[in-house]
Nanobody, 120 residues
Framework: QVQLVESGGGLVQPGGSLRLSCAASGSILNIYAMAWYRQAPGKQRESVATITRYISTDYANSVKGRFTISRDNAKNTVYLQMNSLKPEDTAVYYC??????????????WGQGTQVTVSS
């Protein structure tokens, strides 16, 4: 079993900042890519940012220059620093990880989501 637990969401004013964290635990041998997705009401879930084990990153155009993804491999944790937040960033943010277990099983796992609301 692998669990992903997100934290750091909340209510912030436009132009503000938040930092999300996602810690993976359980039967983990290796974690390949880790990513953040988001889903706004009435919209499909979309990729926000991805980071490989070797720290190669990719961002959605809508967040480039404002969000930064990072990870701590020793802690099996991924972070999302969100600056200059806009109302359109309001969504539930989900963590995703590509995990290899000690049983040679590889699968994608999701966290439970954390709400980010940008409003004055």
């Amino acid at each position: 079993q692998v669990q992903l637990v997100e934290s750091g969401g909340g209510l912030v004013q436009p132009g503000g900042s938040l930092r999300l964290s996602c810690a993976a635990s359980g039967s983990i041998l290796n974690i390949y890519a880790m990513a953040w997705y988001r889903q706004a009401p009435g919209k499909q879930r979309e990729s926000v940012a991805t980071i490989t084990r070797y720290i190669s990153t990719d961002y959605a155009n809508s967040v480039k220059g404002r969000f930064t993804i990072s990870r701590d491999n020793a802690k099996n944790t991924v972070y999302l620093q969100m600056n200059s937040l806009k109302p359109e960033d309001t969504a539930v943010y989900y963590c995703n990880a590509d995990v290899l277990t000690p049983y040679s099983e590889r699968a994608y796992y999701w966290g439970q989501g954390t709400q980010v609301t940008v409003s004055s």
